[in-house]
């Protein structure tokens, strides 16, 4: 059946049949009528009133100028790789020169249709079955262009051509349904790839931005450490130089040697009272119970310290010198006197 349906000429196209010569006629707008004089072609009637000589002229052909449209019966053709393809259209013509397709084919349709079909198949022996898909729209324009160029000296123009259906082998079809969703499972795998890159990416960039926060606070912490402990040291060391100051205002007064001399003492008998509470080892000098030695001792390193300060001062008050000394060894002898 689908041999004898190639085969088969496709369907002639309506036109309003051939009209008797009376005269006076009236063509219908969209045709186009031949005339003939004696059987030697006179000329084509134009639509609306005409007029013509009885038993001279005949009307031959009755041509249509309306766009025709041909259904291509489905045939098959193999593809580039050798796959075999059943593959029909639709294609859509117009009479330009109704001289032409009187006269030069017998059946313009049936020649144009045979046409399409030869080169529907030409075409798809150069394309593979994957391009056969993808380029529908150059397939047919290339059918169009071919059969323009043969169908020039018929007085008919190809407007245009479309595949409608395509069938392709079971066995193919099963092949390319795998092959689809091989391409599916392959663009999923590389999205998930690429979405667990872009996530390992984003955690890097986090990690790496926090420790950079972690150690630009580390630094201004360390900054402003350093900063307190400098300004803790400077108001230490201003509060040590005051209290130099005033001690130093304190000793130039009247009894200020002695009052020192005191004091170092007092600090000397305290510091070697608590050496046996730090440690389990002391070591002792020979005359532990010699107070007035140990307090001399101490008296001596603290005048070698003024000693200088002594000299310079010595011209200046030299009566404040001898007194101090003497309140100092008094103090003494009556430590010395209760301690014994």
Same mark, same amino acid.
Request: one cysteine or more; proline letters at 4%; aromatic letters at 4%.
């Given at each position: ?14 036109? +309003? ?46 041509? +249509? ?30 009479? $330009? ?116 926060? *972690? ?32 001690? *130093? ?67 200046? $008050? ?23």
């Amino acid at each position: 059946l689908k041999r004898a349906a190639q085969l088969a000429p496709a369907p002639c196209r309506w036109n +309003s049949g051939l009209p008797m010569n009376i005269g006076v006629l009236f063509v219908p707008q969209q045709e186009a009528w031949v005339v003939e004089r004696m059987g030697k072609f006179h000329r084509i009637l134009e639509p609306g009133l005409n007029f013509l000589i009885p038993l001279l002229d005949r009307i031959r052909y009755v041509q +249509s100028l309306k766009e025709i449209v041909i259904n291509v019966p489905e045939q098959s053709a193999v593809t580039l790789d050798n796959v075999t393809l059943q593959i029909d259209g639709v294609l859509y013509l117009r009479v $330009m020169d109704p001289y032409k397709a009187s006269y030069g084919v017998e059946d313009p349709e049936y020649a144009v249709t045979q046409l399409a079909q030869t080169t529907m198949r030409s075409e798809l022996g150069k394309l593979s079955l994957d391009r056969v898909f993808r380029e529908r729209e150059s397939l047919n324009a290339n059918i169009v262009d071919a059969i323009n160029q043969a169908s020039d000296c018929w007085g008919i123009r190809c407007l245009r051509y479309e595949i409608k259906d395509i069938h392709v082998p079971p066995r193919v079809k099963e092949s390319m349904q795998m092959q689809v969703e091989a391409e599916r499972r392959k663009r999923a795998t590389v999205l998930e790839s690429e979405g667990t890159r872009e996530s390992a990416i984003n955690v890097a960039e986090g990690q790496k931005q926090a420790q950079i926060l *972690a150690s630009e606070a580390e630094k201004a912490e360390q900054i402003n450490k350093a900063a307190g402990e400098a300004n803790a040291m400077l108001v230490k060391a201003r509060a040590k130089a005051e209290a130099i100051q005033l001690l *130093a205002a304190a000793l130039a007064q009247q009894h200020g040697n002695a009052a020192a001399s005191l004091s170092v003492a007092e600090q000397y008998v305290n510091a070697f009272s608590k050496i046996a509470k730090d440690s389990n080892t002391v070591l002792l000098p020979a005359n532990t119970g010699d107070v007035t030695n140990m307090v001399a001792q101490a008296l001596g390193i603290y005048t070698t310290l003024t000693k200088p300060q002594a000299v310079k001062t010595q011209d200046e $008050m030299p009566s404040a010198h001898e007194d101090s000394r003497s309140p100092v060894t008094e103090v003494l002898k009556a430590e010395q006197g209760s301690s014994s």
